[in-house]
């Protein structure tokens, strides 16, 4: 493999559950990897204010996903309550970045909007 990042040393600051694969993938290319999590991503205490927006889907005009992380807690929770993907049809939906709107894809296939970044 091509050695790009030989004697560099890259700090990798996702969670460390997501850290991995692009861990690996800079070893690859001979970088020296130090993981230094800056944030760690864990279920709320309450979902209350979660719950109640998604029982209220019909006051909002857009649903916005901010990252692969938000995407997935928002559809795992609106899953919880048996609603369908469907039930986004009425709303605009806006996926940040590519990742994101992948996992949004996977529920949803009209993309009302993307960004790649804000």
């Given at each position: 493999m091509n050695q790009q990042l030989a004697g560099r040393t890259?700090?990798?600051?996702r969670a460390a559950s997501q850290?991995?694969?692009f861990l690996t993938i800079l070893e690859e290319y001979g970088a020296k990897v130090i993981c230094c999590p800056t944030i760690e991503i864990k279920?709320?205490?309450?979902?209350?204010?979660l719950?109640?927006?998604i029982d209220h889907l019909y006051?909002?005009?857009?649903?916005?996903?901010?990252?692969?992380?938000?995407?997935?807690?928002?559809?795992r929770r609106l899953f919880h309550f048996n609603r369908a993907a469907s039930d986004l049809d009425d709303?605009?939906?806006?996926?940040?970045?590519?990742?994101?709107?992948?996992?949004?894809?996977?529920v949803r296939r009209r993309d009302d909007a993307r960004r790649r970044r804000c």
């Open positions: 890259v700090v990798i600051t850290a991995n694969d279920e709320p205490d309450n979902y209350d204010r719950d109640e927006a006051g909002y005009d857009w649903v916005i996903l901010t990252s692969t992380n938000a995407a997935e807690f928002f559809l709303l605009r939906v806006c996926a940040i970045g590519e990742a994101t709107a992948s996992r949004r894809r996977s």
